[in-house]
């Protein structure tokens, strides 16, 4: 797999370097203004009970980019994406997505304009066949129609080309050959690869991966790292929520950063880690080594780490609450 | 004991009437609950909404029957909708209470003294059913052969039921194999996953119920017109769990398995019966133990007994597929 990540290569410099120049320019503070942006956020404000779990008052993701959103606990990341693609509904606040108002539209209709979204706990349809699965990514489908589902004539030739684009998707994502399995027979790194083969079925713009490593063998790692660069260049804009920070600083173009709800810090990866504010965010304040540092890294990677793993728990537990 | 007898009832069973009622009543079911994964504990309002728009609309109001089925139909929606909108929202258990709730709610309803000017009451109405037979295209006599021998009216309305249960059959499976049905289908396993892929779930499963329940109601057209007579008690929630033994029997999300449940069913309840009865004839249960009167109760505890094997030694039911109930873990 890991020729997908380096095959490439030649084509992969282009748009990441386009996006490198376009966001060079870009002041390094929360609320910078893009040349292009794709999502403007503006004032978006989501409260539980006496909790305000976001409140940023304006952030704007560039088109054609990897944007990292990162923060530490409770940071209201997970809630954020939510929000931003329907799943949640703010008590304020504006965003668009390509110029179009997209506040408080339905979940389904944000997915149809474009921007789709992969969860945190995946969520492969296990009963399903992962061909199945991708097909049930696709657009536009005339079967899906109840009056027009009982005649297989109306949809077969349909039916036959997006099995055709699924099989040639799962080829990409090394599936191809579980087509016909059931989905809940895969391991969890291949129901993360199921789950973005199976977003990129309907041509997204924005693809918002919402901790694409969580629970992944190290061993796919490198993988599924190759298929979210493949994306950018792609053309696709890509919007993720990570807790690994070496991923963050490997493939990240730009990197948001939460905490306490709002936006703290922007920046490429390695100013943003140097950052006292971001450094202040996760380690409390009282620390006078960068993030960046190279001899103290490898010690606070493990306090960071200890750190991110409680809070995935708790953002699991959170999840559960807020989304049942 | 005669055998011969029992046997010969056991396999009229079969294909009676009350197979065919409950096969349609879970071919409903089984797209509500097999495909789509919605909880709808209230069939029996549904097959008691079909029974009674025929009954109320010929007995009471004098229309002809095809008006009653008309508005057996047109009311079975209603309810399916008045069910869904405020329930399909939120998360599946809601639709479990409010079907359950609404279903003691009808049934209470159709046997009410406030009422009863149009639903007969705690009577139940009859006198509704010969717009229907008076369309039977045989003759008097007794057609078919051995255990499956019948009358021209319980023929008619066998061949009716029959040719109903066929129709569903074959449309669930036309349905079902679309994309339509694996968007169902994908909602059963996860709904927010769907969401997330553009699908509007919500009209999705409204889809579902209806079409679930207007399938039930063509059960109630069976029950009603093959009885000849309606009768509140009769759509008390044991019908819906019987319509969930016989689908979970037969197999959920298989086109057959709720066909092949309700035989299994019924045959089981006959086979029971005449056994149990002729064991107690010929002296080989004590009295102390089992009297004849309480072989009706012990017949079903035996069908409990078995319902229990089943989901000890074959969870997915007689058609399902093992491989796919084994992957319940995400």
Redesign the interface.
Known sequence: MAGDTHAPAAAEGTRKQAATRALADVPRVPGAKKPDPVIVADGVVRRFGGLTAVSVEHVEIQRGAITALIGPNGAGKTTFFNLL?G?DRPDEGQWSFDGTDLARV????V??RGM????Q????????TVL??M???A?G??????L???F?GI?RSQ?KANTERAMELLGRFKLDAKASD?A??LSGGQRKLL?MA??L??DPQVVMLDEPMAGVNPALTQSLLGHVKDLREQGMTVLFVEHDMDMVRDISDWVVVMAQGKVVAEGPPDSVMADPAVIEAYLGGHHDVSLSDDTAAAELERTVEAEVEAEIAADEHEKGRH?? | MDIGSILSNALAAAIGLDTIIYALAALGLNIQFGYAGLLNFGQAAFVAIGSYGIASMVTIAGLPFGVGILVGLLASVLFALLLGIPTLRLRADYLAIATIAASEVVRLLARSNSLGAYTGGSNGLTGFADGFYDLNPFPAGTYGFGPFENNARTTWILLVGWVLVALVALATWAIMRSPWGRVLKGIREDEDAVRALGKNVYAYKMQALVLGGLVGTLAGFVFSLGRAAVQPDNYATAFTFFTYTVLLLGGAARVLGPVVGAAIFWVVLSLTDGLLRGAIAAGWVPDGLMTTTQVGQVRFMLVGLALMLLMIYRPQGIFGDRRELALDGR
Not at chain 1, 106 to 109: E, R
Not at chain 1, 141 to 146: D, F, I
């Open positions: 693609t799943f339905p979940a389904h209709k997915a149809r789709v979204r992969t969860f706990l995946t969520k492969a349809l296990s009963r399903l199945q699965n097909l049930l990514g657009s489908q005339k079967g899906e129609s109840l027009r589902a009982a297989a949809w039916e059931f809940g027979s789950e199976r977003a079925m309907s989304q049942s």
